[in-house]
């Protein structure tokens, strides 16, 4: 039986209820508080990845801690804010950042950062990675990505595609598949997932490369066409879709990711405690479940690993982007 996904308006809604908490992140009251409430500093607005993953572990993450857990949203500046906000928290563990695969990829794109990010913070937890889908418009005469490209050979100046922004996870990935392929698609940034999905549904735009999360819907309704993966293994719910590697990229792999931080003077011990912490949080079955139906693989990691993770994606892109001369700083 297929599993069923709710909207990301129903799933906030319902891990609200579910959690006690509000959208405005009131402490959980029902659990005895051995310290001061533990803050989730989300850089993006209620309702996307970041926000879902925080409020999905908020309520398990409480019952182990024996403390509230508030999810405060602080987002703005390509998370910048959220961000800058956490390198000047006290490092007594009581705030940390939740962040994107953006962490990794602003020192590229953005060279006047006002934190340094391999300086400042110190690795919690890589809670979740999951690949990007490349969805096409209904018109796009290729129902997968070899046909894509064999397409976009024949036609170089017809097709583009929609990114999240310049320098965005969706652009480099996107940018490196067109390398690899040796074919033209022009791309066009827009301010989010949501106007490159509206974007691909009205034509404007050719593909987009964005979470199954966020292209389930319109996968459902026959309005984005999946071509690929970027994942190592095709995803459960799209069985029948290619990965990248699959389709004359051996050994393509690419995934968003979403990683918890501390500010870098925390000590070890509370480190260490708040990484048992959230990895039996992430690693509840229902949690689990919650995360894996919106298309989520949880990693759990520890801190050392999720530090060495973030650099080894700030050096593959930063390379990526030495190499080809992509103009990525805004």
Not at 41 to 59: K, N
Not at 265 to 294: H, I, S, W, Y
């Amino acid at each position: 039986m297929p599993t069923f996904v709710p909207s990301r308006r129903q799933f906030v809604q319902a891990a609200a209820l579910g959690s006690g908490a509000t959208l405005l992140g009131l402490p959980l009251t029902s659990q005895a508080q051995d310290g001061p409430p533990l803050r989730l500093v989300v850089t993006f607005p209620p309702g996307g990845s970041t926000d879902i993953t925080a409020r999905t572990i908020q309520p398990r993450l409480g019952e182990l801690a024996r403390r509230s857990v508030i999810v405060d949203n602080k987002p703005g500046a390509a998370s910048q804010i959220g961000t800058q906000f956490v390198a000047r928290a006290a490092p007594d563990g009581n705030t940390l950042l939740v962040c994107f695969d953006t962490h990794a990829i602003n020192p590229i794109v953005k060279p006047n950062l006002p934190y340094d990010t391999f300086k400042d913070f110190v690795g919690v937890s890589l809670a979740v990675r999951f690949p990007l889908v490349i969805g096409a418009s209904a018109s796009v005469p290729a129902a997968n990505l070899r046909e894509f490209v064999a397409a976009a050979r024949k036609q170089p100046a017809r097709f583009s595609y929609a990114s999240t922004g310049v320098g965005s996870m969706n652009h480099l990935v996107m940018e490196d598949i067109k390398r690899q392929a040796g074919i033209f698609v022009l791309h066009v940034p827009h301010g989010g997932g949501g106007p490159a999905v509206q974007a691909v549904i009205s034509d404007q735009a050719s593909l987009t490369l964005l979470s199954y999360a966020a292209l389930k819907g319109q996968i459902s309704a026959g309005k984005v066409k999946p071509l690929a993966v970027t994942g190592a293994t095709r995803l459960p719910d799209l069985p029948n879709v290619p990965t990248v590697a699959e389709s004359g990229f051996p050994g393509f792999e690419a995934y968003s990711w979403i990683g918890i931080f501390a500010p870098s003077a925390t000590p070890g011990a509370t480190v260490a405690k708040l990484t048992g912490e959230f990895q039996g949080a992430l690693n509840t079955p229902d949690v689990k479940q919650r995360l894996n139906a919106l298309g989520f693989e949880v990693v759990a990691s520890d801190g050392p690993a999720l530090d060495r993770y973030t650099k080894q994606q700030y050096d593959r892109w930063t390379q990526f982007v030495k190499t080809t001369g992509l103009k990525v700083v805004e």
